[in-house]
């Protein structure tokens, strides 16, 4: 079965740290991959997406997220972390197997927190 | 451009009692899907519209719940008579083809007690 797995709940940084939010996946086939942020009182927001070519993909925010296919993983980084980058942060997998739709397969989020 | 809209943004209600959320995505955007994240777990598919063709299904579930796109324009989602396992936060998302992202509305939060 298709599944994503995001395997912190939260995760607290240093501003100005680098920051890393895991996510991995299981799908048959090639993946397609998203990363969506969620600020408070506010729908998803999409960061990147990974399809084909590059497995570093770089997003919005001056975000990037390298796919990696032998450890079935699509983390989320960041150099250097701000602390309006605070938010919940959601990693997708496109359904592959269900015809015609292509549908997201979420994973529970993390909650990203950034200290001043 | 405008993005995705839905209302309410939030919803409180009586167990048996009927609500219908609405959606306007993006002007243009032929697909639109609904999903939902319950009690802090992960967003789930609900059903997917190609204009006012209900392309999936597969995720809504059970008969309480109703979606309809009549036009291809916006969607509802009515839920009669709600339970109290259907509180959570609904999204909807809209995009132009089903290859590109999808693009979120803020969700309406529905508490059924």
Same mark, same amino acid.
């Given at each position: 079965a298709q599944s994503v797995a995001q395997p912190e709940d939260q995760v607290n940084v240093a501003e100005g740290n680098p920051l890393t939010v895991k996510c991995t996946y299981s799908v048959s086939?090639?993946?397609y991959l998203f990363w969506y942020v969620q600020y408070p009182n506010r729908g998803l927001q999409f960061l990147l997406k990974y399809i084909t070519g590059d497995n570093l993909v770089k997003g919005s925010y001056g975000f990037e997220a390298e796919f990696n296919k032998s450890q079935t993983s699509f983390h989320l980084k960041k150099p250097s972390a701000l602390v309006s980058?605070?938010?919940l942060y959601f990693c997708a997998v496109r359904d592959m197997?269900?015809?015609g739709t292509y549908k997201y397969i979420f994973g529970t989020g993390t909650r990203l927190k950034v200290l001043a | 451009e405008a993005g995705?809209?839905?209302f309410p943004s939030h919803s409180v209600i009586e167990k048996g009692q009927t609500v219908t959320l609405r959606c306007d995505p993006i002007s243009g955007h032929d697909n639109l899907y609904w999903y939902r994240r319950v009690m802090g777990k992960e967003i789930k598919f609900l059903l997917h519209f190609v204009k006012e063709s209900k392309q999936d299904e597969s995720g809504m579930p059970n008969n309480r719940f109703l979606a309809e796109r009549t036009g291809g324009t916006y969607s #509802?989602?009515?839920?009669?008579p709600a339970e109290l396992e259907d509180s959570g936060v609904y999204?909807?998302?809209s995009?132009? #083809?089903k290859y590109n992202e999808q693009f979120f509305g803020p969700g309406t939060r529905l508490t059924v007690l």
């Open positions: 086939g090639n993946p980058d605070s938010a197997e269900t015809s | 995705v809209t839905q #509802t989602l009515k839920v009669q999204f909807c998302a995009s132009p #083809t």
